[in-house]
């Protein structure tokens, strides 16, 4: 028989003003194998944990049931407590009386009475706990980063830094990711490049980094400490040790036809080509879709003025297979595609673009080498109007529901720049509200109406209509003025909604990270842990955990490096104990737990087996506590009941079943 | 219930509208043909109808100026569609005359030259059931 301790906590008032403590304690002592029961404040704080340990000494407790907040709070918390004053960790259970109870519920009685039964579940669970063991892994000191944007270059640099080797695995050619394509960087106004360059020349020279660009992850395995992960190095056909990055190749290449990834297709590239000039490694690839070569088996020029030797046409995908202790995914955003929302006309007038193309239009190496034109007619614009929430702020099915946060801010930005390098330029902006919560943001946007003369209107735009003549007919409202407005506008720009990399949906799978409704990473808390995934050694870096600005997702890149680093530093990780285990008498060999596995901790081995005196050899489930995640996806599976999970078996639960049904 | 709520909730059940969606972005008037017609509009439906302040609705010339062209319903990002509020409003007006809302027989009379077609067809679509 156990004997039991049962802590109830009054967080404050959190539990004590909807559930009478006292009464939940008077309880408790009724149940079986219950010696002592106590209230306290705070139980979590230094007094209430010393009043457990002082129990655990006193009345020889053997398990511990905590009346508090959630597990997910607190239970290692007191599952320490209980371990520094000689108690087996997994001797503790939470009754969880503040989410599951005080905070959902407003009747005192209701509340009490619902605490009561939880607090007996718990109890009822303790009664058949046993001690468990938690077993160690080891820590393989190498991170990956996935994704080579400006998230991906801080945290790789930060893991490095603490000396720790780091790979980037990059799908483009070159690492520098979408801040690469910006022209200037809010509130400060720097130029975007001249910040991002010597960022991407350090990480490409630190002896602690290996960047492996056109290249993406393919297969991920393991745990924390110990991941395996095939990484695809695509064919780039040039020969990297080889190519000096003269720029000759591309300079002959005659095929120029395909659209610029960089310039957002305003513009078009060579078959080989590398997609901006301070693109590192300055190594072109060969675009084999485009590639003359490739197509027809004739022109081969490349090859022919490459000095170097290193065209090889006849490169082919590598994998790499490569040991990680922690992963952190940086994978970032793109713009939505516009072609739900019509009425802006973006797919009829060449002169209706995303800001992210304008971004292209404004910058010195953009296809119109930074001179503000209409991609129409190449003549500059006198009357600009921009649109803010362009898909962002959505709850119909064309949308996003999320504010993409990053638009009031660039939108003000691309307002003044293009107010201060042609005056005589007209700007307006629509918007629904100016979100600027930033330092020193909401004075940038200020600046814009004040100091620039950018023509702010609250108000939507419902349509952009194309005239004969080229220009086009903006229809908004002013709903400060309750009038509705026409105007003609020789450029609009719509501040497209942004989203989460596509290439996130088959990351999250491999590394089974979970994503939300609109595909950004999932925190293991949102407040608390904001920078890791729920999945153990994964770490979220950047706009594919939700949307934020440069200097935010620095912040979290750093974060992110901190966290890893954290894990990296250890020699070995105490593993959780509360694995599945299969009896050997009941397992039958059926092979269902092996194939629901979604860690693939369970194998079968043939062994002897001594079954009430008959001696055969059977067929039987094994599993590796390493993998083991304790999902239960294989208890539930076993036709047989031959698996159990270690902590939560069948017997406990429906041990708590029983005590919330008496 | 007073009979403002009343009213109110029944133009909620019958456009199948909620209100509380919007986020006054102004879209709807920004697309509204007849929006210099109107003296609510369409924007502001929403509010009325978060205020209860149906009478007014019902008084308004709004409701005779609306193309039912759906350009609002089609184009609001918060599913708020002011287009079916309006034509809520306008079915508890004809209900209110008597049980049998419209009948067929009676359109020649009530035709008047100014009345767009598509506001006819579109209240045949709504009181055909």
Redesign the interface.
Known sequence: MQRIGVFVCHCGSNIAATVDVKKVVEMARLEPGVVHAEDYQYMCSEVGQAKIATAIHEKHLTGIVVCSCSPRMHETTFRKAAEKAGLNPYMVEIANIREHCSWIHKNIEEATKKAVILARAAIAKVNLNTPLKAGESRVTKRALVIGGGIAGIQTALDIAEAGYEVDIVEKTPSIGGRMSQLDKTFPTLDCSACILTPKMVEASAHDKITIYTYSEVEKVSGFVGDFTVDIRKKARSVDMTKCTGCGVCQEKCPSRKAPSEFNRGLSTRSAIYTPFAQAIPNVPVIDREHCIKFKTGKCGLCEKVCQAGAIDYTQKDEIITEKYGAIVVATGFDTIKLDQYDEYAYSQSKDVITSLELERIMNAAGPTKGHLERLSDGKPPKNMVFIQCVGSRCSDNRGKSYCSKICCMYTAKHAMLIRDKYPDVNVTVFYIDVRTPGKNFDEFYRRAVEDYGVNYIKGQVGKVAPQPDGSLLVQGVDLLDNKQILMKADMVVLATAIEPDPSVRSIATMLTASIDTNNFLTEAHAKLRPVESPTAGVFLSGVCQGPKDIPETVAQAGAAAVKAIGLLAKDKLMTNPCTAKADELLCNGCSQCENVCPYGAISYETKLINDHGVREERRIAVVNNALCQGCGACTVTCPSGAMDLQGFSNRQILAEVDAICR | MNNAMKQAEQIREISGVNPY?C??????????PS??EMDI?P?QFVSYVLNNDIEALMQSESLWKCLSCF?CVE?????VKPGKLIDAARQLVVRQRDETYLSPDEIPELLDPDLPQQLLVSAFRRYRR
């Open positions: 969606k986020m006054k972005c102004g879209k709807c008037s920004a697309s509204c929006f210099n509009k924007h350009a184009r609001c990002p918060r599913d």
